[in-house]
C-alpha cells in the first residue's frame, strides 16, 4: 500500500467503523473539484474556482468551491496545507487509486446484499465482453 493510501485508509478508519472503508462517493460539484485537483495534483481554492469556470458556463462562487474543498479535507480526500494566507489541497489518493477503492467497495456492497444473483450478473457481463477486453481484464485481476 502506498504512503498516500495507508494516509486515506487511516482517515478514514478514523471516521468510519469499516476496517477496510472506501473513500466517499462525490456529489457532482466534489467530483469536478477533484477532476480539475487530480489533473494539477495540488491548488488552492482560487486555482480551482478559475479553472473550473473558464469550462462551465455556469459561474461558481469563492466561498462555494472553498467550502466544497474543505468539506473534501474533511471527509480525508484532500490534505490541506497552510502556506502564508493560502490553503493548499492535495488529493489524497490519485484518481485512478479513488477509482479502485470506490468499485472494491460497491462491489463487495453487491455482493454481500445479492450474493449469488450478483455474481451471476457478473459473469454474463464478462461473457458479453470483446475477447481481448476479457483478456485484459483477467490479467487486471492477477495484478
Same mark, same amino acid.
Given at each position: 500500500? $502506498? ?7 487511516? $482517515? *478514514? ?12 462517493? +462525490? ?9 480539475? *485537483? ?20 455556469? %459561474? ?17 480526500? +484532500? ?17 485512478? %487509486? ?26 454474463? %457481463?464478462?461473457?458479453? *465482453? ?11 485481476? %492477477?495484478s
Amino acid at each position: 500500500m $502506498t504512503d498516500a493510501a495507508q494516509a486515506v485508509t487511516t $482517515t *478514514l478508519r478514523s471516521v468510519s467503523p469499516d476496517p477496510d472503508p472506501a473513500p466517499p462517493r +462525490l456529489h457532482d460539484l466534489e467530483a469536478e473539484v477533484m477532476t480539475e *485537483l487530480w489533473g494539477l495534483g495540488e491548488g488552492p481554492v482560487r486555482t480551482v474556482l478559475d479553472a473550473l469556470n473558464a469550462r462551465s458556463v455556469k %459561474q461558481r462562487k469563492y466561498t462555494t468551491i472553498m467550502t466544497i474543498m474543505a468539506r473534501l479535507h474533511g471527509k480525508g480526500v +484532500l490534505t490541506r496545507e497552510r502556506q502564508g494566507r493560502t490553503d493548499i489541497y492535495t488529493p489524497i489518493l490519485t484518481a485512478a %487509486q479513488y477509482q479502485e477503492a470506490r468499485a472494491r467497495h460497491q462491489v463487495t456492497q453487491l455482493v454481500d446484499e445479492y450474493g449469488e444473483v450478483a455474481l451471476v450478473h457478473f459473469a454474463r %457481463q464478462m461473457a458479453e *465482453l470483446d475477447p481481448k477486453r476479457q483478456a485484459a481484464l483477467r490479467r487486471l485481476a %492477477q495484478s
